[in-house]
Structures are given as structure tokens and as C-alpha cells.
């Protein structure tokens, strides 16, 4: 491929650093819960200005433990319905009801006035996400009608690592946000995620969830139906390594971001609007098509005769037309039904080059005039 979907990057020096992190957890035998993972919680929370931040296994779990903490389970959550399969598969596992609401097309966020609508008796709480890093300005309508209605408001930021919206950081804006440190994320740890919040109790309570709901690492008293849902300090040094790159990271993608939006100004293909308060960190590069282009072939098209892969889709399919949650789903959702099959996302990572960008959009534009 001369553009690939995405790309992994672990500079030398932080390759060698890794590794004698590593050796060093070998050696003193501290291989999980240690003084890495405290040193990735606490740069992690200065990055994203939030009191607290509680590493665990992945992003899955970072999302499931805040909800365990807020009893979901006593009644129903309101979720994004264009999002990944973790958002809904952890609000369940939790215990809660799920009911699945539309975005606004516009924006590819919950919609403010769809959530409204959806309140009912039981709903004590919404999962919003920022998909593709992007923070809308619509999540201050999301804060405003919770308030407004006694429920709780959960951030999946799964792909919003140093994004904010008027310089507040992602994470911060509900009770508590989750993050997800997959490979193809915009910071990697191999597996891992991180709980950001302002509360307190919640904080305390994440401690004892992610270690088999025990009351303190040292007792064998367990206070609550945790998991072990812990997070080893190989995978702390990883991601240790790709927090302390996160800005240049982040720098490098907009830059590439706004490479892109220059070469789409009078483009068919209408990228994704981004307001200039909200810093996007542009885990994905969305753009939507003209009507009447099949994507799939457009991406095969892409791949077999120019070699540029375009990245996955966020999503391709919205949740409730997934089989698994058809127990859940209850009416069509046209907002994100449109949404999900008409976008794509373009190439972005942190090592990316201008001329690939070029490249990428070259050969889009050349694909859809033949
Ligand atoms: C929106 C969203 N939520 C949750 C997750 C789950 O994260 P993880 O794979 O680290 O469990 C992901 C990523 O994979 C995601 O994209």
C-alpha cells in the first residue's frame, strides 16, 4: 500500500525506554497495579485536567465500571446507536436496559433532542460518544437535559485522547469518560484503558471494581462485583511511552487533518464540519460521499488500483441493526442509518506525510470521476 490504513508508531527511543521499563517490572517482579500504571494515571489526568485517572484493562472496562458504580442497572441508559459494539455489549454488561438513540447527521453525536424524547420513567442515566475524536458543542445540551432530568451523563471517549471543546478536555464533560488504549487508537498500549472523572466515590469505587471488587489490594475482602479488569504494567509502559507523545501526536494528525480540509474545499466528497472551538484529534478523518456512491466498491477500487486504503468506519453499521442487540432495538433510527452508509473515513496518523494526503485525496477524486 503506498497510503495504509493506518500506522503504529513507537519512535527507537521509545522502543528502547519500553523495554527497560519492562526489564525493570521483570526484575522487582511488579508486574501489575504498579508504579507505572500510577505514573501513566497521573499524566493522564494533568492531560485531560481531571482530579482522577484509574487504568484498567481496556477501553470496554473503562466504560462497564463507572456504570457498575452509578447502579445502571436499577433501570435504563440511553445510547449512541452509531457506535462501536463495546458501548452497548458494557452498558449491558453492567446490568442496565439499554434503549439505543439517534445522532444528528450533522454533527455524528447523540442528538440532543432525541435523547429528550427518549426519557422515560426509567432512564437513569446516557452514554455519549465522541466519535472520530470529535467533541461537538451539543454535548452542553446533553449536560443541560441531564440536569434537567435527574440522570447522570457517561463520556465513551474511546477515540478522544487531548481533544476538547472551548479548552475543556474530553472526559470531563458527564460523571465520568472512558478511554481506550487499542493498537489502532490515537495513543496505543497494546490493551488498556483509563477512567477520568471529578468524583470522588467514584474514583475510590473504580479502585475496588477493577481488582475483583476487592475492598484494598492487600485484603481478601470483596466488597463488590468486580472483574478482574486490572491493568498489567507491561501494558502501563506502553502506553506510558505513547502518552508523553500524545501532543505531537495530536499536532501531527491536525496537521494532516487540515491538509485535508484544503485539498476537499470544493470537493464532492463534504468532510465532516468541525466548529473552531472544538479540537478534534482526529483519530478518524470523516468525510461523506455523494449519493449513489457504493462504498464498498469505491473502497476496493481504492485499494487494487491506486494502493490507498481508507480507514474503518465509525461505524459502518449503526448498533441497533447489529443481530446481536435486534432484542433491543425498537424502530428505525434515519439519522444514523444515513450517516453510517454514506461516510468514510481517510488515512490519518502520527507519521503520515502531506504528500500521502495528497495522494489519498488524488486518487478518491479520480475513483469517483470514473
Ligand atoms: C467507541 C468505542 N468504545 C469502546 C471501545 C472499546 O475499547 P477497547 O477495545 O479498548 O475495549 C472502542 C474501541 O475499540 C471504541 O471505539
Known amino acids: 500500500m503506498r497510503v ?25 517482579g511488579q508486574l501489575t497495579l504498579g508504579s507505572i500504571g500510577k505514573e501513566l494515571e497521573a499524566e493522564f489526568a494533568v492531560a485531560h485536567a481531571s482530579p482522577h485517572a484509574i487504568a484498567v484493562s481496556s477501553g470496554t472496562s473503562a466504560l462497564e465500571i463507572p456504570l457498575r458504580v452509578l447502579e445502571a442497572s436499577r433501570g435504563e441508559v440511553l445510547v449512541q446507536t452509531n457506535s462501536f459494539f463495546a458501548t452497548a455489549a458494557a452498558t449491558l454488561s453492567s446490568g442496565a436496559r439499554i434503549r439505543f438513540v439517534d445522532c444528528d447527521p450533522a454533527t455524528m453525536a447523540l442528538d440532543p433532542a432525541a435523547v429528550e424524547a427518549a426519557i422515560g420513567p426509567d432512564t437513569v442515566g446516557v452514554v455519549t460518544v465522541h466519535i472520530g475524536g470529535y467533541v461537538p458543542p451539543s454535548v452542553r445540551e446533553l449536560q443541560r437535559i441531564c440536569e434537567e432530568h435527574g440522570l447522570w451523563l457517561v463520556e465513551d471517549a ?46 475510590e469505587e473504580a479502585l475496588i471494581y477493577r481488582d475483583q471488587g476487592k475492598a484494598s489490594f492487600l485484603t481478601n475482602d470483596h466488597t463488590r462485583l468486580g472483574y478482574n ?23 501531527h494528525r491536525r496537521r494532516i487533518a487540515a491538509r485535508y480540509d484544503e485539498l476537499l474545499a470544493d470537493s464532492p466528497l463534504r468532510p465532516l464540519e468541525i466548529p473552531s ?48 442487540f435486534a432484542p433491543y432495538a425498537d424502530g428505525p433510527l434515519p439519522g444514523a442509518e444515513e450517516l453510517c452508509a454514506r461516510h468514510v473515513c481517510l488515512p490519518v496518523s502520527a507519521i503520515m506525510s502531506e504528500e500521502q494526503a495528497d495522494l489519498v485525496v488524488e486518487s478518491v477524486h479520480a475513483a469517483l470521476a470514473s
Request: with cysteine.
Open 158 to 203: 474511546a477515540h478522544a485522547h487531548g481533544s476538547s471543546l472551548d479548552g475543556q478536555m474530553a472526559g470531563t464533560f458527564g460523571v465520568a469518560g472512558s478511554f481506550s488504549f487499542y493498537p489502532t487508537k490515537v495513543i496505543a498500549g497494546g490493551e488498556g484503558g483509563m477512567i477520568v472523572t471529578a468524583d470522588d466515590r467514584i474514583a
Open 277 to 324: 472551538n472544538s479540537t478534534c484529534n482526529y483519530y478518524k478523518y470523516i468525510a461523506f460521499l455523494p449519493e449513489g456512491v457504493d462504498r464498498a466498491e469505491l473502497k476496493q477500487r481504492l485499494r487494487s488500483e491506486y494502493q490507498v486504503a481508507l480507514s474503518g468506519e465509525v461505524y459502518e453499521a449503526p448498533l441497533h441493526l447489529q443481530s446481536v
Open 4 to 28: 495504509p490504513a493506518a500506522a503504529i508508531h513507537f519512535p527507537d527511543e521509545d522502543r528502547e525506554e519500553i523495554l527497560r521499563r519492562i526489564d525493570e517490572c521483570l526484575k522487582s
Open 229 to 251: 479488569w486490572r491493568m498489567s504494567e507491561p501494558h502501563a509502559a506502553i502506553a506510558l511511552s505513547q502518552m508523553r507523545r500524545l501532543d505531537e501526536f495530536v499536532a
